[in-house]
């Protein structure tokens, strides 16, 4: 992280809670200098020219002042304010799941391919505002995540005897990364089964770009098979459920 007192950056705000009594403390994203905590200073106060310009889910400029303990916001101006997540309770519900995920992924000050967890988290933020199958945003993002932090599933090969896999149903490894072939997979524990047809899903959303990603269009019972897998190698991962993903389904199972 750059050690200057003082310094501007892009910032798309992940998280914010309330902070002694007119302050915000922010969770951002950067492209250049990792995750930071930074406080805006009277955020809470109706009359302050800085509230309207650290919204959730927003992308702001912002001049931050390293003070004693914490990073303090001395100026913000929203750039891009992604108001459909603010209008739209389902568009809302998958913008936290992005954001979730990439705070789970991620530490403090990492600065490690943030540009390039930047770009992605910006792009994603886009389609949700605009995109109607939400769930497969969802789907590419997660590809795009497990790339850039380094848990990329395998999904031509069988992850235990290293053969390439044949055009048939198979099995997924959650805690070995990858598909496994029913040879390998009849008797083992831990695994679930995938066809052939979420397999092939599963691959065009890691190998394409966005562009012929977004022209998948797919049944309710593969998106449900494909969600499956893919959330149960994340929690598996993270070892732990993601809250987002419950309001999801809830908010699903109402529509």
């Known amino acids: 992280m750059s050690k200057e007192r003082t310094f501007r950056t892009e ?16 969770t951002i994203l950067t492209p250049h200098h990792g995750k930071l905590r930074a406080i805006a200073k009277g955020a809470r106060k109706p009359t ?20 004693r303990d914490l990073l303090i916001i001395s100026q913000a101006e929203m750039t891009e304010p992604y108001l459909p997540l603010r209008e739209d309770l389902l568009r809302a519900a998958y913008a936290n799941y ?17 540009e390039a967890l930047f770009a992605l988290l910006d792009m ?16 590419f993002y997660e590809m795009r995540l497990l790339e850039e932090v380094g848990f990329r599933p395998e999904l031509a090969r069988c992850v235990i005897n290293g053969e390439t896999i044949a055009a048939e ?23 679930t089964p995938i066809s052939q047809r979420a397999l092939h899903a599963l691959r065009v959303l890691q190998r394409e770009p966005w562009a012929r990603v977004r022209a998948l269009r797919l049944d309710e ?8 897998v893919m959330l149960g190698y994340l929690v598996t991962l993270l070892e732990r459920r993601l809250q987002s993903v419950d309001f999801i389904r809830r908010l699903r199972s109402g529509a």
């Open 98 to 114: 992005v954001v979730e995920l990439l705070d789970r992924f991620t530490t403090d000050e990492d600065e490690a391919e943030s």
């Open 48 to 67: 302050t020219r800085k509230s309207g310009h650290v919204e959730l889910f927003a992308r702001t400029d912002m001049l931050l002042h390293r003070g």
């Open 124 to 139: 994603t933020l886009r389609q949700i505002c605009t995109d109607s199958d939400l769930r497969i945003v969802a789907r």
């Open 221 to 228: 019972l593969l998106h449900a098979e494909i969600e499956r």
């Open 11 to 26: 910032a798309i705000i992940l998280s914010r809670m309330d902070f002694g009594e007119a302050d915000r403390l922010l």
């Open 169 to 191: 149903d198979q099995y997924f490894s959650p805690a070995e990364g990858g598909v496994v072939c029913p040879a390998c997979g009849e008797f083992r524990d831990g695994l």
